[in-house]
């Protein structure tokens, strides 16, 4: 039983012209808003159904950045190990300034205390790997193409593979992440869910503490504008950053209709909001990592 929900303009069916009439000009004066259909697993999965202004499929240039791969810090065997990251140097800013702390075939956790919020690139696009982002402290609002959507510290925000965001901190000097790259979907357990769709009554989490994009964010102009992508390699322990260059904003929107399990990006509620059950979540989200190797972070 999944939630939908939708935001601005969309037409009455999926898959049908969409006329704007002479609301404003349009891209060549076609007079319609473009579909643009978003999954990661098939269209017989969860998908969400954007609609554009103008085509968002127009790519100027792609340009390769770097090749990096993960290299493990030691082949000493598994024991326990206490990663103090609290007081890291902050560096770099919201994407470049991440510091890989673990990693193996599934998973590859970061620490990010950025100095700055941006270098070159606002907009960024891991097209590779979920995320989901803790913000153990700040805050601010997630832009993505499916609109905006604040957060505040204990936050756990999720953003699926292939989704352009951008964060924008309040304060970047208070911004401090841990954030977790997933090779496979992040979903909800299926033990978590009943026959109907619902999170169970006994889950540490519920309907409640998830929270989608709630207001639009369109831009309505002709422009270029540049995404940092970054793409992992077979395995998960080597990355390729890359500079796309789009001849629209990522954020050129007319509507858009999604479901609460579909590929969308969203915040869960913070420990202020649930307390015990939210910091047992956190216990089993974040203490739950297997043969993983420590990361040489120089």
Not at 262 to 272: E, I, K, L, N, T
Request: aromatic residues 10%; proline residues 6%.
């Amino acid at each position: 039983m999944p939630f939908y929900q939708k935001l601005g303009q969309i037409p009455r069916k999926h898959h049908i012209w969409f006329h704007r009439n002479g609301a404003a000009p349009t891209f060549k004066n076609e007079g319609i808003a473009y579909e643009h259909v978003i999954t990661t697993e098939g269209f017989n999965e969860a998908y969400s159904i954007m609609y554009h202004l103008r085509p968002p499929t127009r790519v100027r240039s792609v340009k390769l950045l770097k090749c990096e791969e993960l290299k493990k810090a030691a082949d000493s065997p598994l024991r326990h190990h206490h990663l103090r990251t609290a007081n890291i140097p902050r560096r770099g800013d919201l994407y470049s300034g991440r510091i890989p702390i673990l990693f193996n075939q599934d998973m590859t956790a970061w620490r990010a205390r950025p100095e700055k919020p941006y270098g070159k690139f606002e907009y960024y696009k891991n097209g590779g790997a979920d995320e989901i982002i803790f913000v153990f402290k700040g805050g601010g609002t997630l832009e993505t193409v499916f609109g905006k959507q604040r957060y505040r510290a204990e936050d756990y925000i999720v953003v699926p593979r292939g989704i352009t965001y951008r964060l924008v901190p309040d304060k970047v000097e208070e911004e401090d992440y841990l954030i977790l790259e997933s090779t496979g979907p992040v979903r909800i357990p299926k033990r978590y869910l009943n026959q109907e769709g619902q999170i169970k009554m006994g889950a540490p989490y519920s309907e409640r503490d998830f929270h989608g994009p709630n207001e639009l964010n369109t831009i309505d102009r002709e422009e270029d504008t540049e995404i940092l992508v970054k793409r992992q390699r077979r395995g998960g322990r080597s990355f390729v950053l890359c500079a796309r260059k789009f001849r629209l904003p990522p954020r050129h929107r007319a509507g858009l209709d999604y479901i609460a399990s579909a590929r969308y990006p969203a915040r869960a509620a913070s420990g202020d909001d649930h307390g015990e059950q939210e910091r047992d979540a956190h216990g089993r989200t974040c203490g739950h990592v297997r043969h993983a190797t420590y990361a040489r972070t120089n």
